[in-house]
């Protein structure tokens, strides 16, 4: 069945015959150059393997505290030496400087006995060669440095490459979901062994020494703390006392008590005292009004008789009356002499009516017993009225005095209860300081024997042989590295240069025209350059 449309293998994207046949007239043509490319590449691997040191690996196991452990957590959960750090902080302090630097101290390592990065390692061959000696010293000639007390000697800057690379060639992984580490050391020698193990100890003693130092500084504060505590204890003790002596609180309030009871009396005492003076006041009120209406002195007794001078006026009164009765009987009433008789009887009778008819004849005067009575009492109730004012003065005065010592009860109350608050605060803090006291003391005591939340579960172990450089298969990669380098050098050559071959020539494109192939097939030629469907008749072709 016949395409709808032809295929034209000029037309492809990417022909992989036609690439084919470049790289295989390139490696026809360069087969010189892809030979020294793919010696160039063994000399170059076969240096590495020679100048570069083999990298051995060693790796101790470290077990931590599982975070699941709450009786560990609950027993040890007030000791500072049994306390821990999560896994990933534990990993990060194993391979820090400090515990570097002491195994490097320890086992005496240079350079040469760690671990170096291949561009690290590069660069101190080439401070180490003469080439770069040269370079170093010309440098330093054209372009000198200026002077600094900072410069590092010699040894400082051996010292600090050797601690930088030495910490690219130790590790510490954790093993996925548990609580176990790998600490993993790299170096050029089987020594990598005891170095691993040097690491693991060194930190676990650092650790432990960390942890010690901490427990002797917090018992050093502690003990600064506790004894300052103590100091200011003693001194609020005294100040205490010093305020209740002071202040008579022997039994703290007690006195107080007595003297509210003793105050609250002598006020209902003032309180009786004015009551009576008032009542005083009033009874000497009355007595002395009585004693002013009441005389001094009485008449004891009187005697009295008639008067004898009205008797006598009587007795003449009479006379004349009888006189007058009997000119009645001459004469008549209105006659001159019973006028003149009736006006003798009316002088006599007003002389009559102006005489007393008694007379008082004797009389006998006597103190008054009311007036003397009044009197006495009056002088009582003043002498009593004068000593309820001297006691109420006295009692007012006793009250004022004793009201001021209550009215400083509150502010006595106020001061005892600073005071007393006080006391407990810094007894609390002294008994707390004491407890962290004795928990430092056992800490600092147990420091360096106590159970590490890191321990050493395996040791390293000797390695038998590198783990780099792997000789063989270096070679085999260098020699297959080699090969394909040096065939994409000879193509790319090839193409650079445009060299002219047969394939080139027989394409539709070439710059020059086809005069004849050689050696090729007719069919493979026709059908090269055929460009009409497949279906149709033969054609032939001029070259």
């Given at each position: 069945?016949?395409?709808?449309?032809?295929?034209?293998?000029?037309?492809?994207?990417?022909d992989?015959?036609?690439?084919?046949?470049?790289?295989?007239?390139?490696?026809?043509?360069?087969?010189?150059?892809?030979?020294?490319?793919?010696?160039?590449?063994?000399?170059?691997?076969?240096?590495?393997?020679?100048?570069?040191?083999?990298?051995?690996?060693?790796?101790?196991?470290?077990?931590?505290?599982?975070?699941?452990?709450?009786?560990?957590?609950?027993?040890?959960?007030?000791?500072?030496?049994?306390?821990?750090?999560?896994?990933k902080?534990?990993?990060?302090?194993?391979?820090?400087?400090?515990?570097l630097?002491?195994?490097?101290?320890?086992?005496n390592?240079?350079?040469?006995?760690?671990?170096?990065?291949?561009?690290?390692?590069?660069?101190?061959?080439?401070?180490?060669?003469?080439?770069?000696?040269?370079?170093?010293?010309?440098k330093?000639?054209?372009?000198?440095?200026?002077?600094s007390?900072?410069?590092a000697?010699?040894?400082?800057?051996?010292?600090?490459?050797?601690?930088?690379?030495f910490?690219?060639?130790?590790?510490?992984?954790?093993?996925?979901?548990?609580?176990?580490?790998?600490?993993?050391?790299?170096?050029?020698?089987?020594?990598?062994?005891?170095?691993?193990?040097?690491?693991?100890?060194?930190?676990?003693?650092?650790r432990?020494?960390?942890?010690?130092?901490?427990?002797?500084?917090?018992?050093?504060?502690?003990?600064?703390e506790?004894?300052?505590?103590?100091?200011?204890l003693r001194?609020?003790?005294?100040r205490?006392?010093?305020?209740?002596?002071?202040?008579?609180?022997?039994?703290?309030?007690?006195?107080d008590?007595?003297e509210?009871?003793?105050?609250?009396?002598?006020?209902?005492?003032?309180?009786?005292?004015r009551?009576?003076?008032?009542?005083?006041?009033?009874?000497?009120?009355?007595?002395?009004a009585?004693?002013?209406?009441?005389?001094?002195d009485?008449?004891?007794?009187?005697?009295?008789?008639?008067?004898?001078?009205?008797?006598?006026?009587?007795?003449?009164q009479a006379?004349?009356?009888?006189?007058?009765?009997?000119?009645?009987?001459r004469?008549?009433s209105?006659?001159?002499?019973?006028?003149?008789?009736?006006?003798?009887?009316?002088?006599?009778?007003?002389?009559?009516?102006?005489?007393?008819?008694r007379?008082?004849?004797?009389?006998?005067?006597?103190?008054?017993?009311?007036?003397?009575?009044?009197?006495?009492?009056?002088?009582?109730?003043?002498?009593?009225?004068a000593?309820?004012?001297?006691?109420?003065?006295?009692?007012s005065?006793?009250?004022?005095?004793?009201?001021?010592?209550?009215?400083?009860?509150?502010?006595?109350?106020?001061?005892?209860?600073?005071?007393?608050?006080?006391?407990?605060?810094?007894?609390?803090?002294?008994?707390?300081?004491?407890?962290?006291?004795?928990?430092?003391?056992?800490?600092?005591?147990?420091?360096?024997?106590?159970?590490s939340a890191?321990?050493?579960?395996?040791?390293?172990?000797?390695?038998?042989?590198?783990?780099?450089?792997?000789?063989?298969?270096l070679?085999?990669?260098?020699?297959?590295g080699g090969?394909?380098?040096?065939?994409?050098?000879?193509?790319?050559?090839?193409i650079?240069?445009?060299?002219?071959?047969?394939?080139?020539?027989?394409?539709?494109?070439?710059?020059?025209?086809?005069?004849?192939?050689?050696?090729?097939?007719?069919?493979?030629?026709?059908?090269?350059?055929?460009?009409?469907?497949?279906?149709?008749?033969?054609e032939?072709?001029?070259?």
């Amino acid at each position: 069945m016949s395409e709808a449309v032809p295929y034209r293998p000029e037309a492809d994207s990417f022909d992989f015959r036609r690439a084919g046949r470049i790289v295989g007239f390139a490696i026809a043509g360069h087969g010189r150059l892809i030979l020294a490319v793919t010696v160039l590449t063994l000399a170059i691997v076969g240096l590495y393997i020679l100048v570069w040191p083999p990298v051995y690996s060693a790796s101790v196991t470290l077990s931590a505290v599982s975070d699941d452990d709450r009786q560990r957590e609950n027993f040890y959960n007030d000791w500072a030496v049994f306390r821990r750090s999560a896994l990933k902080d534990e990993m990060i302090l194993a391979t820090s400087g400090p515990v570097l630097k002491q195994v490097i101290a320890d086992l005496n390592l240079g350079y040469r006995d760690v671990y170096h990065p291949p561009l690290r390692y590069l660069t101190w061959l080439w401070t180490q060669s003469w080439p770069g000696r040269a370079w170093r010293g010309t440098k330093d000639a054209l372009f000198p440095r200026a002077p600094s007390p900072y410069v590092a000697t010699a040894s400082q800057v051996e010292r600090a490459r050797t601690l930088d690379d030495f910490r690219t060639g130790v590790g510490m992984t954790q093993l996925p979901d548990s609580h176990i580490a790998l600490l993993t050391v790299r170096g050029p020698s089987p020594r990598v062994a005891e170095i691993a193990d040097a690491v693991a100890a060194t930190y676990i003693a650092q650790r432990r020494a960390r942890f010690a130092a901490e427990a002797r500084q917090a018992y050093a504060s502690l003990q600064t703390e506790a004894d300052r505590a103590r100091t200011d204890l003693r001194a609020l003790e005294a100040r205490m006392e010093r305020y209740y002596t002071q202040n008579d609180m022997l039994l703290m309030f007690e006195k107080d008590k007595v003297e509210i009871g003793q105050y609250l009396g002598q006020q209902a005492e003032v309180d009786a005292k004015r009551t009576a003076i008032a009542a005083a006041q009033s009874e000497l009120a009355a007595v002395t009004a009585q004693l002013a209406r009441e005389p001094r002195d009485v008449v004891a007794s009187r005697l009295v008789q008639d008067n004898p001078v009205a008797a006598q006026l009587k007795q003449e009164q009479a006379k004349l009356v009888a006189a007058r009765d009997a000119l009645l009987v001459r004469y008549r009433s209105d006659s001159p002499d019973v006028r003149d008789m009736d006006d003798q009887i009316a002088a006599i009778g007003r002389q009559l009516a102006a005489q007393p008819q008694r007379g008082v004849q004797q009389s006998s005067i006597a103190r008054n017993g009311g007036y003397d009575a009044l009197r006495a009492r009056r002088a009582a109730l003043e002498a009593q009225l004068a000593g309820n004012r001297a006691g109420l003065a006295t009692l007012s005065a006793e009250v004022g005095a004793r009201r001021a010592t209550i009215d400083r009860i509150p502010q006595k109350m106020k001061d005892s209860h600073d005071l007393g608050r006080s006391h407990d605060m810094l007894e609390k803090t002294y008994l707390a300081l004491q407890d962290k006291l004795m928990t430092a003391a056992v800490t600092a005591a147990t420091a360096q024997s106590a159970p590490s939340a890191i321990q050493l579960v395996e040791s390293a172990a000797l390695p038998d042989k590198p783990d780099a450089p792997q000789t063989k298969l270096l070679l085999v990669a260098a020699l297959i590295g080699g090969l394909c380098a040096g065939v994409v050098a000879a193509v790319l050559l090839d193409i650079i240069q445009n060299r002219a071959n047969r394939f080139r020539l027989t394409q539709p494109d070439a710059p020059f025209p086809l005069i004849a192939i050689v050696g090729q097939d007719r069919a493979y030629a026709l059908r090269l350059f055929d460009r009409a469907p497949p279906n149709a008749p033969e054609e032939r072709h001029r070259p």
